[in-house]
């Protein structure tokens, strides 16, 4: 099985509605690294590095997010990098 790694861009009302610290506990219960951060436009975005079926998983969850949060688009692109865990990132 090999390491796939995706970049996430998601948009909607997801910030100051625990999005990222709620990204980093579903990424680290399903064994995914890379990270996750705002950005200045308001949306999300992640690089998130895995097997593809925890991938899809973590994909599903990000459409929904945690309760408080409206996500109206997740945009996935290839991405790339190496990652030993996932974490919360600065504003980007």
Request: charged residues 25%.
């Amino acid at each position: 099985m090999s390491e796939r790694v995706l970049h996430l861009e998601i948009r909607g009302r997801v910030q100051g509605v625990y999005y990222r610290a709620s990204m980093v506990e579903q990424a680290t219960a399903l064994g995914v690294k890379g990270w996750v951060r705002n950005r200045p436009d308001g949306s999300v975005q992640a690089m998130i590095a895995g097997e593809e079926a925890v991938l899809q998983t973590l994909i599903e969850w990000a459409k929904v997010g945690p309760a408080d949060a409206v996500v109206r688009e997740v945009v996935v692109s290839e991405g790339e990098g190496f990652f030993e865990i996932f974490e919360q990132r600065q504003t980007g």
